[in-house]
Nanobody, 114 residues
Framework: QVQLVESGGGLVQAGGSLRLSCAAS????????MGWYCQAPGEERELVAL???????NYLDSVKGRFAISRGNAKNTVYLQMNSLKPEDTDGYYC????????WGQGTQVTVSS
């Protein structure tokens, strides 16, 4: 069983930066794809950024040029550097991992004040 644990969320002013981190534990399998989704209360979860094991990335259009996803040297770690944050980036952010199955973290809140 894989557990994903996020950290790094918080409250920041518009224009500021945050770095989200996610680490997997509980299994020795390597996750082929890792990434981040966001979700507001009552809305569907939406892809923010994904990174594959070969380094390929995919971003939500509204975060291109502001957010950068990367994988850590430790197995099954992923980061999301969030720059030039906007109030509309306010959401819960969830770590995602996939190999044969899909795995989710519990989420970390990002709040951007205007």
């Amino acid at each position: 069983q894989v557990q994903l644990v996020e950290s790094g969320g918080g409250l920041v002013q518009a224009g500021g930066s945050l770095r989200l981190s996610c680490a997997a534990s509980g299994s020795i399998i390597s996750l082929n794809v890792m990434g981040w989704y966001c979700q507001a209360p009552g809305e569907e979860r939406e892809l923010v950024a994904l990174i594959s094991s070969d380094g390929g990335t995919n971003y939500l259009d509204s975060v291109k040029g502001r957010f950068a996803i990367s994988r850590g040297n430790a197995k099954n770690t992923v980061y999301l550097q969030m720059n030039s944050l906007k109030p509309e980036d306010t959401d819960g952010y969830y770590c995602y991992g996939r190999r044969a199955n899909k795995y989710w973290g519990q989420g970390t809140q990002v709040t951007v004040s205007s």
